[in-house]
């Protein structure tokens, strides 16, 4: 990823950052290229020798008026005359939130070029002191250093705890069956309980340990056992605890357990001009949680009945990085499903007529794999898209505590044995239009 570096208007404003007594930086620009995502913080410029004081991330920016800048002075610590110097002729301003990753106590240096004392953003430097060691959590590249608290409150924050929580029980798994790994056993135990704590003092999950293999079963009785000591309850789902092993897999078996689940939420989101609503849309921009698909991008064309010109879309599996309106979601569905398939009737008030144009006129449904997930003896077959989306997580609480293997199969070979599911876009419901406010920073790595 591209280094860049914010340098606020003062030695002083970026001491308060680090500190927490400042927690909005103000512009009478408005920018998206350099939010939500980790940047350096800078300062304290000399002879062009700068100190950097830790990484940061801004939130998207929020309009404000001179009245609402004065509310604000105890978030954004800006006298009066400053804002006078630097904006004298701006009634209309930007405050964006700030949110701290880290700090460098005591500050690294680093020599940039001339003319950075004038400059808000800085795109090149050189390291005179050694340079910081990334912060890597969604790969928890360093185990030490992962902390679940940072992580945002928000509904894509809790979805990154639960993809730690089984990265982490992954790691204790292989450590255990004598694979090599970075971490002792101790550090990832104390670092899954840490996030399971986290995880239900959010109320952002529930447990099936019944699905659990053995080794991950282990250290979820460990964790529990840890939390219960401290007074904290973990909520536990019992699931269906029969064996199937010996049934053979006929379809009829596990058919009435078979429900339709969401593989990837808001999976299609429309966003640009006609959402955030800075000028007249020129196309409409589309955004799809995903690496690039041909049968997505069929099933798209067919569900938004747009020219294929007049459709601009971008493959991001980090989502939409401004305002945004989710459309469709993608629908893992049994292959004897009836029905019925929801959608919104009624515009939100809060959704932009553009979007809602776009909505209603979807259909029900659009075929996009067909089969996604297959049944082959005791072995599980899925379609390679949306691997990283706890797709098996989901299929193994709907068939139970049976012993299975689960396979991803590529596009382009043939799935093996009878057919369970299809993949569908279906329109999302509740339609809302999301404003990006807080920094989502471990999806930009």
């Not at 990484?55 to 309009?63: E, F, H, R, T, Y």
């Not at 608290?149 to 705890?161: E, S, Y």
């Not at 269906?240 to 049934?247: A, K, M, V």
């Not at 006609?274 to 949680?289: K, Q, S, T």
Request: aromatic fraction near 10%.
């Amino acid at each position: 990823m591209t280094q860049v570096g914010f340098c606020p208007q003062s030695k002083r404003h970026a001491e308060m950052i680090v500190t927490g007594d400042k927690t909005i930086v103000i512009s009478a620009e408005r920018f998206y290229r350099y939010v939500r995502i980790p940047i350096y913080l800078f300062g304290d410029y000399q002879d062009q020798t700068l100190r950097c004081y830790g990484k940061i991330v801004l939130g998207s920016p929020k309009a404000i008026t001179l009245a609402e800048f004065g509310g604000l002075r105890s978030e954004h610590r800006i006298t009066e005359n400053e804002r006078k110097e630097r904006w004298p002729d701006n009634l209309n301003l930007y405050a964006y939130e700030i949110q701290v990753l880290e700090t460098y106590d005591p500050p690294k240096r680093v020599k940039s070029p001339p003319g950075t004392e004038t400059q808000t953003w800085l795109r090149s430097w050189k390291w005179l002191d050694p340079p910081p060691k990334e912060l890597h959590i969604e790969k928890i590249r360093d185990l030490s250093l992962y902390n679940p608290a940072k992580v945002p409150q928000t509904r894509q924050g809790n979805a990154i705890l639960r993809d730690d929580m089984r990265i982490l029980a992954a790691w204790w798994s292989s450590k255990r069956q004598g694979k090599e790994s970075p971490y002792s056993l101790e550090l990832i135990e104390e670092k899954y309980c840490a996030v399971l704590k986290e995880l239900i003092a959010r109320e952002a999950a529930t447990f099936h340990p019944s699905s659990y293999k053995q080794h991950v079963r282990e250290l979820f009785d460990k964790a529990k056992r840890a939390l219960e000591d401290e007074g904290i309850v973990v909520p536990v789902s019992k699931g269906f605890t029969g064996n199937l092993d010996n049934l053979d897999w006929e379809l009829y078996k596990v058919q009435p357990r078979l429900v339709p689940f969401v593989i990837i939420d808001s999976y299609i989101s429309h966003t640009g001009s006609a959402v955030y609503g800075l000028r007249e849309p020129h196309d409409c921009d589309l955004v799809i949680r995903d690496e690039e698909n041909p049968k997505v991008t069929q099933a798209l064309l067919r569900v938004v009945g747009l020219p294929s010109s007049k459709i601009h879309r971008v493959y991001d599996r980090r989502g939409p990085a401004f305002d945004y309106v989710p459309l469709l979601d993608l629908m893992a569905v049994p292959v004897n499903w009836k029905g019925p398939w929801p959608k919104r009737e009624t515009r939100h008030e809060g959704i932009p007529e553009r979007s809602w144009d776009l909505y209603r006129a979807f259909p029900p449904a659009a075929l996009v794999e067909d089969p996604y997930v297959t049944l082959d003896g005791t072995s599980v077959f899925i379609r390679e898209a949306g691997r990283s989306s706890g797709v098996e997580l989901k299929l193994r609480r709907l068939f139970g505590e049976i012993s299975q293997t689960f396979s991803w199969v590529g596009p382009e070979k043939t799935m093996k044995g009878k057919s369970l599911f299809r993949s569908y876009l279906t329109p999302h419901v509740p339609l809302v239009k999301m404003e990006i406010n807080e920094p989502l920073f471990r999806r930009y790595y």
